[in-house]
């Protein structure tokens, strides 16, 4: 009877990490190049301002503007809130609010009033959230061409939203 040797199978085995690391190498940068990054932009609003017994004297108020948009199912109107002035009233055309009439119409207030940043957007509470920020971006920024480039300048930056009063047109035409 021959008696086999048997060889020892406990020798240690070293793990072979370097086609790991090389699939790493390759595929680190390119999940980096292909990533796609969220942009965020972030605007900066404000509530309505109350006018109290500190605010400057009556003449200086009344030669300020203080506009505001009021958005509408059926429209937008700008106000003087110093006067309570109908500005302008700008109605929808078909389903879509007027934002190109907006923006031309507070482009001509601020050739009148180029000192004027601030404007209140006053809204229903049922005002979808896309017209709020198609009229937040028709009142922010205009364009202006610059030594044949066109850049974006301020129209009026400065926003503060808030709800609307009550549309007095619709409610005689409900009863």
């Known amino acids: 009877m021959r008696f086999r040797r048997r060889r020892s199978r406990d020798t240690e085995v070293e793990l072979n990490i370097t086609a790991f690391l090389n699939l790493m190498v390759v595929l680190i940068p390119f999940l980096l190049i292909n990533a796609v990054f969220a942009q965020v932009s972030i605007l900066q609003l404000d509530l309505p301002a109350v006018n109290d017994s500190s605010t400057p004297s009556e003449d200086d108020e009344k030669d300020k503007l203080i506009l505001e948009v009021l958005i509408y199912g059926d429209r937008y109107e700008v106000v003087d809130r110093n006067t309570s002035a109908v500005l302008?009233?700008?109605?929808?055309?078909g389903d879509d609010y007027d934002t190109a009439g907006l923006h031309e119409y507070l482009l001509k207030v601020k050739e009148k009033f180029p000192?004027?940043?601030?404007?209140?957007?006053?809204?229903?509470?049922?005002?979808?959230?896309?017209?709020?920020?198609?009229?937040?971006d028709a009142v922010r920024l205009y364009d202006t061409e610059l030594n044949g480039q066109?850049?974006?300048?301020?129209?009026?930056?400065s926003i503060s939203i808030g709800s609307a009063p009550k549309d007095s047109s619709s409610q005689g035409g409900d009863a």
């Open 88 to 93: 302008q009233v700008l109605e929808n055309k």
């Open 115 to 136: 000192e004027e940043t601030a404007i209140t957007l006053l809204c229903e509470d049922d005002t979808p959230y896309e017209v709020m920020i198609h009229t937040m």
């Open 150 to 157: 066109i850049i974006k300048k301020e129209l009026f930056p």
